[in-house]
């Protein structure tokens, strides 16, 4: 299938076309899973359902009802489920060569070199680009490992609301305590200070008297974090060693798709030049067009020392982790940091036929267009629903919060996605207090897939939101 093939050819249906879910084949299948899988499975809790075939922004279950998808395995089919401009590649390699460990293939070095042209700022052509193992939190790891290497301080800094992962390095810097219960100690002088969130009580008047950034953006939420931020550095009794870097996603993805107000992430790069310390963006969630750039860094123009990315980077969910990072940080020798999958050469190509198809089909442009047009949708649905109390994100990364009297109610996102699933439409949740609805759909979702999502979604936010009021 050629690269030209429209978005609009690469799903399943326009709509979803649902009986009533869970059918009988997905309730027979999630019950055979719970004999024998791990009780660590935690999505099919969730929703009951079990897929059996996707394409672009649909999915079918093994009852044969077809779903929108709005949240693409997690952000990581953004050029859509089956892309066949994308399969055409991965399949041809797959029947050549899979494993290479790090020997060259035209694939990896193809890779390397056309991502290396999208990173942001002066990273583009100024960076390397290492694989230590095939998902986000590895990148994570080789992120500690590089920071640790070249600054010889071996404390963390990150943020509450912050999600990195889960090894036991990208553990530490992951902030929600439900993840971590159980599994300390984990890597000292890892500190959490505040990300910039309106929705929590914040300083008012004059931020600019202690704001530490030389462009203060006069938001309160950020003066207080850049505040935290310094302090941790600057502090004689800050409590520890100044931290190797800070590591900050700069849109928060699993904290409730939280944007962060103009000058936080330039005020971040001036207090890490100024105590010689990494800047790391995890550009995991946000990263290959997913906010409408090619990486979120993109919208604020500032660059990070090194960027961390995994999820959609393999075009077809082939899992790839990596870590960019300017060249004067090569310091490490060879074996500095491996693992046995350092790249996976269908994943290179899944890759490399991403990027094509992004860019042929100018889906950055795109996404930016459907995000709007969701978010509108919200903007419009929260005349009537007063529970909707924030409409957030970029490109097609959407979040949505729901508060009552000031608290978060999440029971009612709980049951709102659970009855977007039983209309047909695939949506997930998010934040601190798991009061959140996050969109991620793929990049390709078509603008009527868009209008008949919202259509579905706005039906059951208004429904379950009257059924809650009662
Ligand atoms: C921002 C961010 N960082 C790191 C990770 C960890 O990636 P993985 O689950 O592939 O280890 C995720 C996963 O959701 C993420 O969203």
């Known amino acids: 299938m050629p690269v030209e093939t429209p978005i609009e050819e690469l799903h399943i249906s326009e709509e979803p076309a649902v009986d009533d879910v869970p059918g ?3 309730e027979a299948l999630i019950a055979r899973q719970r004999e024998v899988d791990s009780g660590a499975v935690a999505y099919p809790r969730r929703l009951p359902f079990a897929p059996e075939e996707a394409r672009g922004a649909t999915i079918r279950d093994v009852d044969g009802n077809v779903f929108l998808d709005f949240f693409a395995g997690i ?21 050549k060569l899979t494993h290479t460990v790090d020997f060259p293939t035209e694939a990896r070095v193809e890779f390397i070199e056309r991502l290396g042209e999208r990173l942001p700022g002066d990273l583009a052509g100024n960076s390397k680009i290492v694989f230590g193992g095939p998902s986000g939190s590895d990148a994570i790891e080789g992120s500690i490992k590089l920071a640790k290497h070249n600054t010889g301080r071996h404390g963390l800094l990150a943020f509450e609301g912050s999600y990195h992962g889960t090894t036991a390095g990208a553990l530490s810097l992951t902030a929600g305590k439900s993840y971590k219960e159980g599994y300390a100690p984990l890597l000292a002088d890892a500190v959490h200070v505040p990300f910039p969130y309106s929705m929590e009580a914040n300083p008012g008047g004059d931020v600019e008297a202690f704001c530490p950034a030389e462009n203060c953006c006069r938001e309160g939420s950020c003066a207080r974090a850049l505040d935290a931020v310094a302090r941790k550095f600057e502090g004689a009794y800050a409590g520890h060693e100044d931290p190797a870097a800070i590591w900050v996603e700069p ?18 790069r001036d207090i890490a030049d100024d105590n010689d310390a990494m800047l790391i963006f995890d550009e995991i969630q946000t990263g290959f067009g997913r906010t409408g750039e090619w990486f979120a860094a993109d919208h604020w123009d500032v660059t990070p020392d090194a960027m961390t990315m995994a999820k959609g980077i393999g075009g077809s969910g ?54 709007e047009r969701i978010r509108g949708r919200f903007a419009e649905l929260a005349e009537d629903v007063p529970e909707i109390v924030d409409v957030r994100g970029k490109g097609l990364f959407v979040g949505v919060e729901f508060r ?3 608290e978060p109610t999440v029971d009612l996102v709980e049951e709102i996605q659970l009855e977007c699933f039983r209309r047909g439409v695939l949506v997930w949740y998010a934040g601190r207090e798991k009061n959140v609805l996050r969109l991620i759909p793929p990049l390709v979702v078509t603008e009527g897939q868009v209008d008949a999502g919202m259509d579905v979604i706005s039906g059951a936010v208004e429904d379950v939101a009257e059924d809650h009021r009662e």
Do not use: C, K
Not at 251 to 268: D, K, N, R
């Open 24 to 26: 009988p084949d997905t």
């Open 404 to 406: 009552r009297d000031g």
């Open 75 to 95: 952000g990581v089919l953004n050029v859509g489920h089956s892309n066949p401009h994308v399969l055409e590649g991965v399949h041809e390699q797959i029947d």
């Open 318 to 371: 082939l899992p790839v982790g990596a870590m960019a990072y300017h060249e004067e940080f090569d310091t490490w020798g060879p074996g500095g940091h491996v693992g046995t999958f350092r790249g996976n050469v269908p994943a290179f190509v899944g890759g490399i036929r991403a990027i094509e198809y992004v860019e042929e089909h100018d889906l950055l442009a795109h996404a930016r267009a459907m995000g």
């Open 251 to 268: 849109i928060q993805g699993e904290g409730g798709v939280v944007v962060p107000p103009e000058g936080f992430l330039e005020g971040l």
